[in-house]
């Protein structure tokens, strides 16, 4: 079964300030990544994913993640947060190998960008 | 854009009761799932669904828990005799494919369920 671990419960940043959150995951095969984001009274986006190919993943509005095969890591990173970015942001996995996998999730991480 | 819709957004109930929870997934979507989030904790994957039937489902999808798709768009979970636990938001997703790039899954807004 997989786990996947957020460091980061809750992060506070001012704006213009750079991110990077954490999120590490268990699982003994083939993965396919994803962050999901859920902004105040809206339901989860899928923000980025990794499947295969380039481990280094762009996403909508600014967003990247690296996935590092050897440290089972796939951490979200963006430059320049902005306030809109205020939400709750979820990392997820399902296995690789076909079949209507269930994702399984972190804790979610809420990110407070102040003014 | 096409999403994923669930209705009701609120849906409050009695222990012991029966509830349905409707999902109307995107159109040419083939895969279809339920998850649930309690208050305070992670979203946690319940059941998904493939060409009517069962494709895999968590040790929280016992006996109480049955789903269907009754019809061409709606898609349903039903629980047979809800429990105070079960008081958490449920989320519907879908996905075209099961695998490789397109295995991306369109959650719907959710329906808060509270049993009293």
């Known amino acids: 079964a997989q786990s996947v671990s957020q460091h980061n419960h809750h992060v506070i940043l001012s704006e213009a300030a750079s991110l990077e959150l954490g999120c590490n995951y268990s699982y003994g095969g083939t993965v396919n990544l994803f962050w999901y984001v859920q902004y105040p009274g809206q339901h989860l986006q899928l923000l980025l994913k990794?499947?295969?190919?380039?481990?280094l993943v762009k996403g909508i509005k600014g967003f990247e993640a690296e996935f590092i095969k050897s440290k089972f890591s796939f951490n979200l990173r963006k430059p320049s947060v902005q306030w809109s970015d205020t939400a709750e942001y979820f990392c997820?996995?399902?296995?690789?190998?076909?079949?209507?996998?269930?994702?399984?999730f972190g804790k979610g991480t809420h990110l407070i960008i102040q003014p | 854009e096409p999403e994923v819709t669930q209705t009701p957004s609120h849906q409050v109930t009695q222990m012991g009761q029966e509830v349905i929870l409707r999902c109307v997934p995107i159109?040419?979507?083939?895969?279809f799932y339920w998850y649930r989030q309690i208050l305070g904790q992670k979203v946690e994957f319940l059941v998904s669904?493939?060409?009517?039937?069962?494709?895999?489902k968590s040790e929280i999808f016992d006996d109480q828990f049955s789903v269907e798709r009754p019809d061409g768009s709606n898609f349903t979970l039903k629980i047979r005799s809800t429990k105070l636990e079960d008081s958490a938001m449920y989320f519907c997703?879908?996905?075209?494919?099961?695998?490789?790039?397109?295995?991306?899954?369109?959650f719907g807004p959710g329906t808060r369920l509270t049993v009293l």
């Open positions: 669904f493939y060409n009517n039937e069962i494709s895999e």
């Open positions: 997820a996995v399902n296995a690789a190998a076909g079949g209507a996998d269930g994702l399984t």
């Open positions: 159109s040419n979507h083939l895969y």
């Open positions: 990794y499947f295969s190919g380039d481990p």
């Open positions: 997703a879908s996905s075209e494919a099961a695998g490789g790039y397109y295995n991306e899954q369109f």
